[in-house]
């Protein structure tokens, strides 16, 4: 805890939030990120700002119908590990994903963290080049199971 308190002691004034979590494509929708509200939950409690972003829910509300198959566990998730397929699938929600940079900006957040399984390794990946592109400058950090 102590490299995020020196981190957080530099902090500038105007930063609306520590860490800011986030649930990338694709995880299953009926299981909300439990990991991350964990996560949240202990950072608040010794002192460290956090907001969680459920951009998993927020495209499957917006785009589930048509890529449904992504997140219907009968497939396996197979859809999720073929890159240039998911290269065309963040083409297509990439306004999505430049709204929560938008978000992210507006919080200033010392860490932006994501939560990464293998079914959402590639997208992060993509989200992660297109944030460093878009607003150089944030830590990141990736974690999961």
Not at 84 to 94: L, N, P, Q, S
Not at 118 to 133: H, M, Q, V
Request: hydrophobic share 35%; glycine share 8%; net charge neutral.
């Amino acid at each position: 805890m102590k490299k995020i308190s020196k981190v957080k002691n530099i902090k500038s004034s105007s930063t609306s939030v520590d860490v800011v979590l986030l649930q990338l494509p694709f995880w299953g929708v009926g299981c909300p990120p439990l990991a991350l509200g964990l996560l949240k939950g202990y950072l608040e409690d010794n002192g460290i700002s956090c907001t969680i972003m459920d951009i998993n829910a927020h495209a499957y509300s917006i785009k589930g119908k048509k890529y449904y198959e992504h997140w219907h566990v009968k497939n396996g998730y197979n859809y999720c590990l073929e890159r240039d397929y998911m290269v065309e699938y963040y083409a297509d929600i990439r306004s999505l994903m430049l709204y929560y940079m938008d978000e992210i900006k507006n919080l200033n957040p010392l860490i932006v963290g994501c939560s990464v399984q293998y079914t959402s390794r590639i997208i992060t990946e993509l989200f992660l080049e297109d944030l460093r592109g878009n607003l150089p400058g944030y830590n990141h950090v990736l974690g999961g199971p």
